[in-house]
């Protein structure tokens, strides 16, 4: 235990960490000044959106009102934000890229979302800790320079800032979840398990698809809610064991996938996804980094293995590697399913799906699959090999061969992996409405009368 208080001012911990939230935050900041560039004179100048007069707020920009002024400002802040993102004059550039990043922020605060507050804190506090420690351009020429002997045992006041700068970082992230999720639990929306329903009634902030898709379960609205409040109040105390922390990790990095996915808010999520980084230590790190290579390393040998035995060349294996264009056999009933195939059309550019509903005459008797089966699960075959995967792994192949999807991928794989993916996946199926009229078009089915009514 003294040992690890001597730590303190002995070690600089968190270095990868930090090392990879600098450049995330760094890549996030050069985004916005990217995406925002031909309307920077609008959002921020002095005649723009907000206006402002000289010297009435506090930021560099209302320093000199002309715009000849704010485009030199601008420029500097953009090249300032390269430079610390690749790591070059840290301690110099984290102070003025600060700056930079606050000035914009205090002139306008119409543009930030909730991303940009605890980034403005953690920059700050970034400023006081070492992060150019790993993939950077000062660790790249400090390794060329002669390396002093340094005494671990002495005390480093410059250890010391470094290790309270990163748990001033650590203690903001726990106190933003913890506050964030007693608030949650303290509103009746999210008691009653409606929240989620009500969020996603802001079509600016929803993405169709994806939001009809939560809309139709109830039961899915409920875990959302719950596994929101249960994540948030419990985040600070998961972190304080090894494998609790992973848990802890990985339910809030979820959470920020689903934000990011469901609801478009992909700067927020980047953000509060990057603060995550600083939680792993060093040597776990370094653990990660040696699992990767070694299995790239088992990979490739595996695959000169298979060249080799096989007399194949790189060409052919490339070849063969190319994704397989796919016949999706799909519920022409089903006004959910055809929603889901239109934007799966929309978004498959490189035409590699072709869709087809197995209500067609003779569909289902062409491909050799039962119409019970296909009435359950959606299917899919492969037009090179005549493979059929049915349920979750159909998704999945769609989404491996529309580039748009790729990000999901690793999700469902993972899903199907655990055992986890049918299941739910069955659940939703079992869930959805079916016209037997075949009468549905794109946005629209025809209601079948009832004898009664005839």
């Not at 980084?277 to 298979?306: G, H, I, P």
């Not at 209500?359 to 075959?381: C, D, M, N, T, W």
Request: proline content about 3%; hydrophobic content about 45%.
């Amino acid at each position: 235990m003294i040992e690890k208080i001597r730590s303190v001012y002995r070690i600089k911990h968190m270095l990868i960490g930090a090392s990879l939230l600098r450049i995330a935050f760094g890549f996030i900041i050069i985004y916005n000044y990217a995406i925002h560039y031909s309307q920077r004179h609008f959002l921020w100048g002095a005649n723009g959106v907000v206006g402002y007069s000289p010297y009435e707020s506090l930021s560099v920009y209302s320093l000199n009102t002309s715009p000849l002024a704010f485009d030199i400002l601008f420029h500097i802040g953009t090249l300032v934000a390269v430079a610390f993102t690749v790591g070059f004059k840290t301690r110099l550039t984290a102070i003025l890229n600060f700056i930079f990043v606050w000035s914009l922020m205090e002139i306008n605060g119409l543009v930030l979302d909730g991303g940009s507050n605890i980034s403005r804190i953690l920059l700050f506090y970034l400023i006081f800790a070492t992060t150019a420690a790993y993939f950077s351009v000062d660790s790249h020429l400090k390794e060329n320079k002669e390396s002093k002997t340094v005494d671990r045992n002495a005390f480093s006041l410059r250890v010391l800032v470094h290790n309270l700068a990163i748990l001033a970082c650590l203690a903001q992230v726990c106190i933003m979840y913890f506050t964030s999720g007693l608030h949650k639990a303290m509103g009746g929306l999210w008691q009653n398990g409606t929240a989620i329903y009500y969020i996603l009634q802001v079509e600016e902030f929803t993405h169709p698809f994806f939001a009809n898709l939560v809309l139709s379960s109830d039961l899915l609205l409920v875990i959302g809610a719950y596994f929101t409040i249960v994540v948030q109040l419990a985040y600070p105390f998961l972190l304080t064991n090894r494998y609790t922390r992973y848990a802890a990790m990985a339910g809030v990095i979820s959470m920020h996938l689903g934000i990011a996915v469901v609801m478009g808010l992909f700067t927020f999520s980047f953000i509060m996804i990057a603060n995550q980084m600083l939680f792993l230590k060093d040597n776990e790190y370094k653990s990660l980094f040696k699992f990767v290579k070694e299995k790239r390393a088992k990979f490739t040998k595996n695959k000169q293995t298979a060249l080799t035995g096989r007399g194949k060349t790189d060409a052919d294996l490339t070849a063969g590697a190319q994704i397989s264009p796919i016949i999706v056999l799909y519920d022409g009933w089903c006004p959910f399913c055809n929603k889901s195939i239109q934007t799966f059309k929309k978004l498959d550019w490189r035409d590699r799906v072709s869709f087809t509903s197995f209500r067609e005459p003779g569909i289902a008797k062409q491909f050799g699959v039962e119409v019970a089966s296909l009435e359950k699960r959606i299917h899919s075959v492969q037009r090179s090999t005549n493979t059929v995967e049915e349920g979750i792994n159909s998704i999945n192949r769609i989404c491996k061969n529309v580039p748009l999807l790729w990000f999901l991928v690793p999700m469902l794989s993972f899903s199907s992996m655990i055992g986890l993916g049918q299941p739910v996946y069955d659940w939703i199926a079992k869930r959805r409405t079916i016209f037997p009229t075949g009468g549905c078009e794109e946005d629209s089915c025809e209601m079948p009368l009832s004898k009664k009514n005839q």
